[in-house]
């Protein structure tokens, strides 16, 4: 069962250490218990431990608050064997919550468009304050050209 774990704000990795990127093609609101409810983003990252086990994180991003929500599963350093049938019960966390997913297939990316994809996701960095993220600058422009390009990969994959 995945549950949220207040003292993890972000996913600090590198692009190594990530073994598979999923992403929301849709922002649905959500209500999560002591926020507001809002709009939200979601993800799946799957990433490699040091040791050589695996760990599954299922992160929102609340698009109003700027804030991250990670959720982490009750078996947190997984086998090989294990991975796959943790990530299908995050991936059915997420859809639950109603959000439609889209694989980014991160390995098999080049190393620059691992690098911006990184970048551009939430999870992987400290949350911003939600006067940083208001005042970014054409924030909801960007957060359409975002829609637009999931859009895109959700349509070109029928």
């Known amino acids: 069962m995945f549950r949220p774990e207040e003292s993890i704000?972000?996913?600090?990795?590198?692009?190594?250490?990530?073994?598979?990127?999923?992403e929301s093609i849709n922002q649905p609101q959500v209500s999560i218990p002591g926020k507001s409810p809002q709009?939200?983003?979601?993800?799946?990252?799957g990433i490699r431990n040091a040791n050589g086990t695996f760990s599954i994180f299922v992160g929102l991003h609340l698009a109003k608050s700027g804030e991250n929500v990670?959720?982490?599963?009750d078996n947190r350093h997984i086998?090989?064997?294990?991975?796959?049938?943790?990530?299908?019960e995050g991936l059915h966390f997420l859809e639950s919550m109603g959000f439609m997913l889209d694989n980014l297939n991160f390995r098999n990316l080049a190393g620059p468009a691992q690098e911006e994809t990184m970048k551009r996701i939430p999870l992987f960095h400290p949350?911003?304050?939600?006067s940083a993220a208001s005042?970014?600058?054409?924030t909801s422009e960007?957060?359409?050209?975002?829609?637009?390009?999931?859009?895109?990969?959700f349509l070109a994959s029928f």
Do not use: F, N
């Not at 990670?70 to 599963?73: K, N």
């Not at 086998?79 to 299908?88: F, G, P």
């Not at 949350?127 to 939600?130: G, N, T, Y």
């Not at 005042?135 to 054409?138: D, F, K, M, T």
């Open 9 to 22: 704000t972000h996913v600090p990795v590198t692009k190594e250490q990530v073994v598979a990127v999923v």
């Open 39 to 45: 709009t939200v983003a979601g993800w799946l990252v």
């Open 70 to 73: 990670i959720y982490l599963h």
């Open 79 to 88: 086998a090989v064997e294990a991975y796959r049938d943790l990530e299908v």
């Open 127 to 130: 949350p911003r304050p939600p």
């Open 135 to 138: 005042s970014a600058g054409g």
């Open 142 to 153: 960007k957060a359409a050209v975002g829609e637009g390009t999931a859009m895109a990969r």
